[in-house]
C-alpha cells in the first residue's frame, strides 16, 4: 500500500476506534466514518471490502493504542508486583487522558460482544485474554519471589485487579467522579501492602 494509502487507512481506523467507544463496534458505519473525515463512501469502501473488516482492522488499531498506553510503559518496571502495580496505574492513566472518547475500547467492546458469535468477538476475547495474561504472569513472578504468600491463587488475584478497573472505568466515566481513578490507585496499593497514589514503596 502506497504511504498516503496507508496513512489515510490509519486516520479511518484512528476515527473508527473513537467511534467505537461511543456508539460501539456495531455502530461503526462507512457513511459516518467518511462524513467524519470529509471523505467519499466510495474512497472508504477501497479500504475496507466489509463492515466486518472495518471492525477487526478497528479492534486491531485499538489493541496497538492499548498495548503502547497501558502494557509498555510497565514494561519497564521490575517484574512483580511493582509491574502490576505500574500496569494498574498506566490503565488509570489511558482513563484520565480520555485516550478513547468513551473510556477504554475493550472495556466497552467486551460488554458490547458478550452475546455474540464471530470472529469480531474472538478478537476482543483475544485481546482481553492476552493483558489478563501478562498480569497472570506478573502475579506468579510475585509469588515465585516471595513478594506474596505462596498460597495467594494468581487467577484470583487477576479478577481481583481486573475489577478495580472496572469499577475505576464505571466511576470515572459514566459517573464522572473525579477522584475515582485516585481511589482506584489506593485500592491497588492496599491490596498489595503499599502506601500512597505514586511510586512504589
Request: net charge neutral; aromatic share 6%; glycine share 8%.
Amino acid at each position: 500500500m502506497r504511504a498516503d494509502g496507508q496513512r489515510t487507512r490509519a486516520a479511518i481506523l484512528r476515527q473508527a476506534a473513537d467511534l467505537a467507544t461511543v456508539k460501539g463496534l456495531d455502530g461503526l458505519t462507512i457513511s459516518e466514518l467518511a462524513a467524519a473525515l470529509g471523505m467519499s463512501k466510495s474512497g472508504m469502501y477501497a479500504h475496507f471490502e466489509s463492515k466486518e473488516a472495518l471492525q477487526l482492522a478497528t479492534i486491531d488499531v485499538a489493541s496497538r493504542i492499548f498495548d503502547e498506553a497501558v502494557v509498555a510503559p510497565a514494561l519497564h518496571v521490575e517484574p512483580g508486583i511493582d509491574r502490576l502495580v505500574a500496569m494498574c496505574d498506566a490503565f488509570f492513566d489511558y482513563l484520565q487522558r480520555r485516550t478513547f472518547p468513551g473510556g477504554c475500547f475493550f472495556v466497552v467492546t467486551a460488554l458490547e460482544m458478550g452475546e455474540r458469535i464471530g470472529p469480531v468477538k474472538e478478537c476482543v476475547q483475544h485481546c482481553h485474554a492476552d493483558f489478563v495474561g501478562v498480569l497472570r504472569q506478573n502475579a506468579e513472578v510475585a509469588v515465585g519471589r516471595g513478594q506474596l504468600s505462596a498460597t495467594e491463587k494468581p487467577d484470583v488475584l487477576v479478577f481481583e485487579l481486573n475489577g478495580v478497573i472496572l469499577a475505576a472505568h464505571v466511576h470515572s466515566v459514566l459517573h464522572g467522579k473525579a477522584d475515582a481513578l485516585d481511589i482506584a490507585r489506593q485500592v491497588v496499593r492496599r491490596r498489595f501492602g503499599l502506601t500512597g497514589t505514586s511510586g512504589l514503596v
